[in-house]
């Protein structure tokens, strides 16, 4: 069971470059999510999936694209890299359909340099 | 806006030592509430999930506790090792109606915890 997988695990990017951060999971999870994690801001909300077709804002959207065509695979583009997407990135996933006791699943993260 | 608080923000301590972690946050209209673990350089392993129904979650060594009326959990660790370094995050799972939990978590910025040899 891979669980929540994340490629490429490290990139270096010119600013003004795009790319797509894969998160794919097979666990049949409806929800999806993206977070970053900067020092001494925590891990922030980019964007979120309840379902295969629907996807939602977090905290800090801007500068970022995902969308959400299969329950498997939820990518995240970058669209014109700027320094300040320099962060870690995690994609998270699970399940829906119940009230409580969803436990949430993180891949390994994946480390961005915006140069 | 959900707000969440760890305290400390660092702890070192020599192994053995029995440990409470704490977390609080600001919207008690929370579903769950979830406790990770962090590795340098690692993602966010899943420790504990408290369920709303529930006031404490036990798994080995580790007791995690929910009042969310006061709007606070604790994570106890008990006889500390030095494989217990690491960071550890709390995670409210939020409240709405319309959507089950866990698509939209808002962490704190953790305890980094040490255990001395």
């Known amino acids: 069971n891979a669980g929540v997988t994340q490629t490429p695990k490290f990139q270096v990017l010119k600013t003004g470059q795009s790319m797509t951060l894969q998160c794919a999971q097979d666990m049949n999870h409806e929800y999806m999510s993206w977070y970053r994690q900067d020092p001494g801001m925590g891990l922030r909300l980019i964007h979120y999936?309840?379902?295969?077709?629907?996807?939602d804002q977090g905290e800090v959207p801007n500068g970022y694209n995902v969308s959400r065509s299969t329950t498997e695979d939820f990518p995240l583009r970058l669209l014109s890299a700027a320094p300040s997407q320099t962060s870690v990135y995690f994609c998270a996933s699970s399940y829906s359909g119940s009230l409580s006791g969803n436990t949430i699943y993180f891949g390994e993260g994946s480390w961005l340099t915006v140069v | 806006k959900q707000e969440v608080t760890q305290i400390p923000a660092a702890l070192s301590v020599p192994e053995g030592e029995n440990l409470v972690l704490n977390c609080s946050f600001t919207?008690?209209?929370?579903?769950?509430l979830q406790w990770f673990r962090q590795d340098p350089g690692k993602g966010l392993t899943s420790l504990l999930l408290?369920?709303?129904?529930?006031r404490e979650q036990t798994s080995g060594r580790l007791n995690a506790s929910l009042d969310k009326s006061s709007g606070r959990s604790t994570l106890y660790i008990a006889a500390s090792q030095p494989g217990d370094s690491a960071t550890y995050l709390c995670?409210?799972?939020?409240?709405?109606?319309?959507?089950?939990?866990?698509?939209?978590?808002?962490f704190g910025e953790g305890t980094q915890l040490t255990v001395n040899p």
């Open positions: 408290i369920q709303s129904s529930q």
């Open positions: 995670a409210p799972h939020p409240f709405n109606p319309k959507e089950t939990s866990g698509s939209r978590l808002t």
């Open positions: 919207d008690s209209a929370i579903y769950n």
């Open positions: 999936s309840v379902g295969a077709g629907i996807t």
